[in-house]
């Protein structure tokens, strides 16, 4: 039997990077905070408090393949991403299928809301946060190590 340990899901964006995170008991995926992207640099310092507080075990990254399952425009710079991950926090980072996360993401948020589960707009960090949640959620399902 392994011990429990937390994980730190990213949805990676040229604009925003969703986070969540989850633990490998619950095995429940929750948003966090999305972080800005800036001249295409994502905002280490908010990333770093990110993964001192929680300290995680494994970080997860979204990997963008199109819908027919090639790569996707956006796969190169996922990939540079979970491996500045890897180099940053000396972690082992896992990539996942993002493929329809946000989508999937989005129309959760807008039952919420319609339910009046929900109160306040869906804005675009927290559908990009609640894709990484999706993200963390396949992971948890025996989704990921997929090859960099």
Known sequence: MTRPYTVLAFDFGLKRIGIACG??????AAPRRAV???HGDPDWEAIVREVRA???AVLVVGAPYNVEGGEGTLLAAARRFAAELESRFALPVQL?????SS???SEALKMRRASGERRRRVERE???SAAAAV?????F???GSINR
Do not use: N
């Open 141 to 143: 399902q025996g989704e």
């Open 126 to 128: 927290d559908i990009d």
């Open 36 to 38: 800005r992207v800036r």
């Open 135 to 139: 993200i963390l959620g396949r992971w």
């Open 54 to 56: 929680l300290s995680p």
């Open 23 to 28: 633990d490998t008991v619950t095995r429940q």
């Open 103 to 105: 989508l999937e993401a």
């Open 96 to 100: 996942v299928d993002e493929r329809f």
